[in-house]
């Protein structure tokens, strides 16, 4: 990519971010001590795509800073990835009190600012982490959404924002701070994510072993 595009998308997001922490469309501004934009790599392969800022995201304004978190940048690498690789963003983009799940007014209010994100980063792969993720980008690919204990672990092939891509939903890190049984999953999943993303040059390499090139 020339460094011409790459100031492009810079500027873009500058622009996303600058408008989500001035946004005031839905209540939940009131409340909040930081809006949280995403954040990553903006020619990223794979995004991750939460549910809404907790306590430390609100304190310092960045997302999934927490253990939830922590425990996200831990299986990251674990797939061989680091956070620097990735866009990690949320559905929603200042904490709900107490962290509950958002509204769907509140969802409805934000959800313009990661089909932004989509059009922007252009990523190969969406891991939706929690059903609240999972939910918000299936309604934006006008699909069917039948919850993250029957959806955890597919691949859906969508279309976002004029972004042809592949979905996995998983569960949410959080959750499976609370539910260790789940953090197999999680890692599983995340793994999954990073060879989704990688397929097409996996694919060209087989070419080539098989051409002797
Ligand atoms: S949650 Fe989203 S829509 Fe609501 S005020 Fe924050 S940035 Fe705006």
Sequence with gaps: ?????????????????????????????RLRTNAVPGEGNLSAKIMLVGEAPGKNEDEQ????????????????????????????????????PNNRTPTEDE????IGFLKEEISLVRPKVIVALGNTAGSALMSLAGKQWRGVTAERGRKVKVSIGGV????????????????????????????????????PARARKTLLDFMGG
Excluded: W
């Design 107 to 110: 969802v409805a209010a934000c």
């Design 1 to 29: 990519m020339s460094p011409v595009s790459l100031d492009n998308k810079k500027a873009s997001y500058d622009d996303i971010a600058e408008r989500v922490r001035n946004c005031k469309a839905c209540p939940l501004h």
């Design 164 to 199: 042809e891509l592949t979905v996995i939903p998983t569960y949410h890190p959080a959750a499976a701070l609370y539910k260790p049984d789940l953090k197999d999953y999680l890692a599983k999943d995340i793994k999954e994510a990073a060879e989704e993303a990688e397929e």
């Design 61 to 96: 304004g960045r997302p999934f800073v927490g253990a939830a978190g922590q425990l996200l940048s831990s299986l990251l690498e674990q797939a061989g990835l680091r956070r620097q690789d990735v866009y990690i963003t949320n559905v929603v983009k200042c904490r709900p």
